[in-house]
């Protein structure tokens, strides 16, 4: 059973803001949300991490309801070194395994 | 700061063979764990050590084992090789547990079997 669900494939345009939405009915308590971006060959690169209600970094945004059953990172004014998977991972949900779902790949055009 | 190290960059084995991996975490971070990469699978957790002791696994066969040296540098060792082990092999190492930490990875391993 998957524990968090993305979106597989999204398109965007430079300059635009990006919204990536993931969901995580079985968040735990203590669990934390992460996301990472990965380029191809490369290692995930880690881009923000948020418990509750907004956070902001250099980067990105990311939102998270006061159920935390979903989250969602906002990329504003991408580009296209921003054309990469996207993955959320979120703490470990009790059982101590680190679970990254398939990801989103975000393919961004000129 | 440098970041984390991994070696070799690339490999090729045949089948039936073993292969060991080193990975070498940011100073002062005492976790690493390991990540396969797969075109089809994605990227699946193998297992953690924190403090030389193996935290927790997923699910890959007794084949794959690592350990961690007291300098928190890990090895990751598999053996009798299968065609399916070609793969990205990603370690990460954080400050405290890799399920609530930011993750810090290397550039991985591309292991091929032939």
């Known amino acids: 059973l998957a524990k968090t669900t993305q979106p597989i494939s999204m398109d965007s345009y430079e300059g635009q803001e990006v919204n990536i939405t993931c969901s995580h009915n079985?968040?735990?308590?203590?669990?934390?949300i992460t996301w990472y971006q990965q380029f191809p060959s490369q290692g995930p690169r880690f881009i923000i991490q948020g418990y509750k209600t907004k956070v902001t970094n250099e980067v990105a945004s990311l939102f998270i309801p006061a159920d935390r059953k979903s989250s969602t990172l906002s990329l504003p004014r991408v580009s296209l070194s921003d054309t990469a998977v996207y993955y959320c991972?979120?703490?470990?949900?009790?059982?101590?395994?680190?679970?990254f779902g398939k990801g989103t790949r975000l393919h961004i055009l000129p | 700061k440098a970041g984390v190290t991994q070696t070799p960059r690339y490999l090729i084995k045949t089948r039936g063979q073993q292969v060991t991996l080193s990975c070498s975490p940011i100073?002062?971070?005492?976790?690493v764990s390991w990540y396969q990469q797969t075109p089809g699978q994605g990227l699946q957790f193998l297992f953690e050590?924190?403090?030389?002791?193996?935290?927790n696994k997923g699910n890959f066969p007794g084949r794959f084992s690592g350990r961690q040296f007291s300098n928190s540098r890990s090895e990751m060792n598999v053996s009798t090789l299968e065609l399916g082990d070609s793969a990205l092999y990603l370690c990460?190492?954080?400050?405290?547990?890799?399920?609530?930490?930011?993750?810090?990875f290397g550039s991985g391993t591309q292991l091929s079997v032939l």
């Open positions: 100073s002062g971070h005492r976790s």
């Open positions: 050590y924190f403090s030389e002791t193996q935290r």
């Open positions: 991972l979120v703490g470990d949900m009790g059982d101590d395994k680190i679970i």
């Open positions: 079985n968040i735990a308590t203590n669990d934390y």
């Open positions: 990460a190492s954080s400050r405290g547990s890799a399920t609530n930490e930011k993750l810090f």
